[in-house]
């Protein structure tokens, strides 16, 4: 991630006034700004003397009040007990219930920790044995963001990589889940498979029929499932929807509903709250064996998530509803967010459409457009004697002459041969313009240099 | 309001899913599969990483969890012979009513949501400035922005700043700063490096005795060797060289010892190390090729005559070259405790000096699996470092506030060993500074009968009384590893304000007075 950072700061020519960066999934730091609600509600908790004045809506100083009430002395700056403050921990479970429809889950089952990153790792952490001759392993996307194999490493686990179909939309395929995992059982002990939906860096969303295909899976080969949804608000197609692996589980009865154990992992870094800088994220354990649910308290009673965390997540769980005074300026930032990503992804397939030696896949949904870069055999040696990957070249080109820092496709992994770049669409409509604009002369000229 | 016990959170966690799907589908039931046979877990107590079974965090146990359950009682209108419960075992500030800094909580204000910053009269301009300060040096100028994983680059500026400041111009190179989630998260980081190696080569890493439990379940988690070695009680919590190299020597046969942690001031004990004991313990460290690591969280919290804070890096620094430019040491701090109480903050920060260039590497390489630590944290953090100054508008209320719960701190660490030190069977060393005080109890032999047939440690048995009769719940020294037969340890924060921590201190009292009569 930094290394053409780093390159870049060394010092190099600048034919262009600013650099743009669309490098990574930081919606608030593209410039995006955040919702009022939230912030009313959070600057209120932080500063109660806010509640005497009549500068805030009556809901924001409501809802203020009620959280600051479960609060410990009143105030912010008490550690909170595991479930988190208890208000948020109960409108989470609600809002799993409004998504998914049944009962709430118990607040018992739901771990709230600073950013969803955090709860997966104390998650990997009960699966994982780290040492010993056997070690354990985790199926893991490829392509992949970076952080959960870092954190499953770190721990001494073992990733074992299932490619995603390009050509099919980055389809997960059941035959390549299960050349994975023979495979794993030659190097590893395989415990768990790992899902991001929708996906990071590619911006595919599953289908119902995928998800229960991947659960029939989980049951047969007895796999915990780890299921990153982070983005889940974070659909743009029409013909798109969103569904949670734990609906789907539902809805397929037992023996899967009631066996197959699953941890769904959802954030407030992400989707319309973008705040990520808040650390505030949460995992739902199913069918977890209630000994080890003894154990993961333990692990994650060390480290709650802070509290400006907390108070995001209440915000996503429980936003301004109709009828709410808060409730037309929410619905009109998030109406208006939702319409200029939209209208990002529909200008970033014209735009990589029309440009010769790019192709993307269809961005149905996540934070990024993940397009793949058919690159001249000219370049490919000239990278090999530079000796950097050649789309790690291409990107560095394209931010020494350009000023458009992205991340090249080697960092998440690719099938050989081919070459991908990742740019963030959750970005204002103007800097996705820029950036375009700056993309296709880099693009052309750079084709043409290498052809 | 209401907590979840952990057996409450055990009930139906597995019924949810099918009952859910049996009465959306009018079925009885099910939880066998369609065969008749119940299918094992994948993740069950025998597959799970069995470092994880060693975890135990005392701060959060059993003693709290039936702390909850009896807060649970009350609220539900069930008679008990007191009328709430008093969390006296962890150094939550404000949870006992500590207030926060007035102007830190305003500048947070004013970076969550900068509109306030147009309004005219509500805040003062110091604050508007700062605010303003901190939100350019965010990502998009929102704390809602991921921060690089290190910290902000202005934040760690000013920590350095701070530092050399507070140790008399030792230089400090921001780039040795990384600002973490609270110490706790920066100590297991730290840590993490440190523990490789199988068997006789397992790392070791020391630990006082009584210590702070993060530590005892952190090297249980990653596996790692807890050398322990004890605080003299008799020297008011002194460390003892001499012991520290018995725990050294000891060691070395099963383990391999490569660090060395160290709290100053102690939790639970309080003690503040003397300079010479500092220096001593560094030259300890160079000799034996420890790794330092020093806790300082609580390095405002000083309150004895003669007593005076002297951070490692410091004395490591005036003891020159030969220990300055070979020992390496990591120091923490965090909004935690002090003057602050911040804990929901989650702020804190670590310097690391003479860490070997590549390790440094593959420490920002681990931070960057967290992402970053709560921005919120850190601009509170900046805060910390870089208060009011004479002459600003915010400062004479800042210093007020400061001082007032500084001197209310100290006047409850004096009042607390005054009042414990009048009970027959309870002796209090002084608090010379943190936030507990650590008494040493007699039990009677009749309890100590009772705790071990009940199959607990005695002074486990002696808090949960006192939390089934009083409401007071207090931690045993046994979570902290001291283990003596007729005598034991109970941690009890100085936190409550004065008045009710006085009836607090002649509760236990008047309890201890009456078990030890009752079981005499």
Not at chain 1, 170 to 198: F, G, H, I, S, T
Not at chain 2, 425 to 445: E, K, L
Request: net charge negative; hydrophobic share 35%.
């Amino acid at each position: 991630m930094t290394k053409l950072h780093c390159i870049f700061m060394q010092g190099v020519k600048k034919p262009f006034r600013e650099v743009i960066d669309v490098a990574w999934g930081d919606a608030q730091g593209a410039g995006i700004k955040p919702l009022t609600f939230v912030r009313q509600v959070l600057a209120a908790c932080l500063y109660p003397q806010l509640l005497d004045s009549n500068r805030l809506p009556t809901d924001v100083k409501q809802k203020a009040r009620g959280l600051l009430s479960e609060c410990h002395g009143g105030s912010m700056g008490s550690y909170t007990d595991l479930p988190g403050i208890p208000q948020v921990a109960r409108e989470i479970s609600e809002y799993i219930a409004r998504r998914d429809g049944g009962d709430p889950p118990k607040t018992g089952n739901i771990f709230i920790s600073p950013g969803s990153q955090w709860a997966l790792q104390n998650i990997l952490n009960l699966l994982v044995h780290g040492h010993g001759e056997v070690r354990s392993g985790v199926l893991t996307p490829i392509p992949c963001h970076v952080t959960t194999i870092e954190s499953l490493h770190s721990l001494g686990g073992v990733s074992v990589p299932y490619y995603l179909s390009e050509e099919h939309g980055w389809e997960l395929q059941m035959e390549e889940l299960n050349r994975a995992l023979e495979y794993a059982k030659q190097v590893c002990a395989p415990v768990a498979l790992y899902v991001v939906n929708p996906g990071n860096p590619p911006g595919h969303v599953q289908s119902k029929k995928s998800i229960q295909d991947v659960i029939r899976f989980a049951l047969e080969k007895r796999l915990f499932l780890l299921v990153d949804e982070v983005y889940q608000d974070c659909v743009y197609a029409d013909n798109v929807e969103f569904v949670s692996y734990k609906k789907v589980l539902a809805e397929m009865g037992p023996p899967f509903s009631d066996t197959v154990e699953l941890a769904s992992f959802h954030s407030a870094s992400k989707g319309f709250l973008g705040e990520a800088g808040l650390r505030g994220g949460y995992v739902e354990l199913v069918n977890m064996d209630p000994d080890v649910i003894k154990y993961a308290c333990t692990i994650f009673s060390k480290d709650t998530a802070p509290t400006p965390g907390q108070i995001a997540l209440s915000v996503l769980a429980n936003p301004p509803r109709l009828g709410d005074p808060s409730y037309p300026l929410y619905e009109m930032e998030t109406q208006q967010m939702q319409t200029m990503i939209k209208a990002n992804v529909r200008r970033v397939h014209e735009v990589l459409d029309s440009l010769p030696g790019i192709s993307c896949q269809p961005v149905e949904g996540g934070a990024f457009a993940f397009p793949r870069v058919d690159l001249p055999p000219k370049a490919l040696q000239k990278a090999k004697e530079m000796g950097m990957e050649p789309d790690t070249f291409y990107c560095l080109r394209l931010l020494e002459e350009s000023g458009a820092f992205i991340t090249p496709g080697c960092e998440y992994g690719q099938k050989e041969g081919t070459y991908h770049i990742r740019f963030c669409i959750r970005s204002p409509g103007d800097v996705i313009e820029d950036f375009l604009g700056r993309l296709v002369t880099f693009h052309t000229q750079f084709m043409k240099e290498f052809s | 309001f209401l907590s979840y016990t952990i057996d409450e959170y055990l009930l139906d966690t597995n019924l949810s899913l099918s009952s859910l799907t049996a009465s959306r589908r009018g079925l009885p039931q099910k939880k066998m599969s369609e065969n008749g046979i119940s299918r094992p877990k994948v993740l069950t107590l025998d597959t799970m990483n069995p470092t994880v079974k060693m975890v135990e965090y005392a701060v959060r146990g059993p003693i709290v969890q039936r702390a909850v359950e009896l807060e649970k009682e009350l609220s539900e209108g069930i008679e008990k012979p007191f009328t709430e419960v008093i969390k006296a075992n962890i150094g939550d500030a404000q949870a006992m009513g500590q207030q926060p800094i007035t102007f830190f909580r305003q500048v947070l204000a004013l970076c969550s949501y900068p509109e306030l910053l147009n309004l005219d009269n509500t805040f003062p301009e110091d604050a508007k400035n700062r605010a303003r300060l901190i939100l350019q040096s965010c990502g998009g100028s929102s704390l809602g922005a991921y921060s690089p994983s290190q910290g902000i680059d202005y934040v760690r500026q000013d920590v350095a700043n701070y530092i050399e400041r507070r140790d008399g111009g030792v230089p400090c190179d921001p780039d040795n700063i990384y600002l973490t989630t609270g110490a706790s998260d920066g100590i297991t980081t730290i840590l993490k490096l440190l523990v490789c190696g199988q068997g006789i080569d397992r790392t070791g890493v020391m630990i006082s005795i009584p210590q702070y439990p993060l530590y005892s379940a952190a090297l249980a988690e990653l596996g790692a060797v807890q050398i322990n070695y004890f605080l003299n009680e008799d020297n008011c919590w002194s460390m003892d060289i001499q012991e520290l190299q018995r725990a050294v020597n000891e060691a070395r046969q099963h383990c391999h010892p490569r660090a060395l942690c160290i709290i100053n001031p102690g939790n639970p004990t309080g003690q503040v190390q003397s300079r010479d004991c500092i220096e001593d313990v560094i030259r300890f460290a160079a000799k034996e090729r420890l790794f330092l690591m020093a806790d300082e969280v609580y390095q405002d919290n000083v309150y004895a005559e003669g007593c005076k804070f002297h951070s490692f890096k410091k004395v490591l620094f005036e003891m020159g070259p030969e220990y300055s430019e070979t020992v390496e040491l990591a120091s923490f701090h965090s909004t935690s405790k002090c003057y602050m109480g911040e804990c929901g903050f989650r702020g804190g920060y670590m310097e690391v000096i003479n860490m070997d260039d590549d390790v440094k590497s593959q420490l920002t390489k681990l931070v960057s699996v967290r992402l970053c630590s709560p921005v919120p944290g850190q601009a509170l953090m900046d805060l910390v470092v870089n208060p009011p100054q004479p002459g600003e508008p915010s400062y004479n209320c800042f210093i007020k506030e400061r001082t007032a719960t500084l001197s209310a701190l100290a006047e409850k660490a004096k009042l607390t060993e005054k009042i414990l030190n009048t009970v027959p069977g309870i002796r209090c060393n002084p608090v010379q500074g943190a936030m507990y005080s650590f008494p040493c109890i007699t039990i009677p032999d009749k309890a100590i009968k009772e705790a071990l047939e009940k199959g607990q440690q005695p002074d486990m048995f002696y808090c949960m009384t006192m939390l089934e009769e009083t409401g007071i719940c207090l931690v045993p020294g046994s979570g902290f590893g001291q283990k003596r037969i007729n005598e034991g340890f109970v941690v009890m924060t100085i936190l409550p304000p004065i008045d009710k921590l006085t009836i607090l201190l002649n509760k236990v009292k008047e309890f201890h007075q009456r078990f030890t009569k009752q079981y005499s």
